[in-house]
């Protein structure tokens, strides 16, 4: 059996940055042995991307927070997390919205090519961008084994985290 692991947004700015949450920090070791966990398999990493201009997009009178903003400190992959993604040769996706059709594609691709996959989704924000990429791939490889580990994700807050869980239960999706 195929085994993918997605790691969606693990960076600086939604760990302790500007958009950070105690929940985040807490997550970050969790996540860092589940990617080493996935040394010789396919593992692919999200990196939320905006620009200068992040302010004037729907998203950014949305959430006028700036955050994630290409070259910055926040933008960047946690260190460790960066590290053990180098160690399992991840491949880095930037993406400039809360779902990744570049991600999905990836991941389609590469199950094409085996009978039987599991695809194993980690990371930030468990109500936004995790739950998207999630239904994203759901909706390319809808017989295709969804898990999402719970204890390596964490929302905007622990109400939304709980929530947007819920959703992927009822989309099918194994949470654990």
Known sequence: MKKILAVIDMQNDFIDGSLGTKEAQEIVENVVVKIKAYAGETVFATRDTHGENYMETSEGRHLPVPHCIKGTEGWEIRDEVAKALSQVNAEIIDKPTFGSQVLAERI????????????????????????SNVLLVKAKLPETVLKVDAKCCAGVTPESHEAALLTMKMCQVEVG
């Open 108 to 131: 389609a691709e590469t199950v094409q090519k085996e009978e039987e996959a599991e695809i194993e989704f980690v990371g930030l924000c468990t109500d936004i961008c995790v739950v």
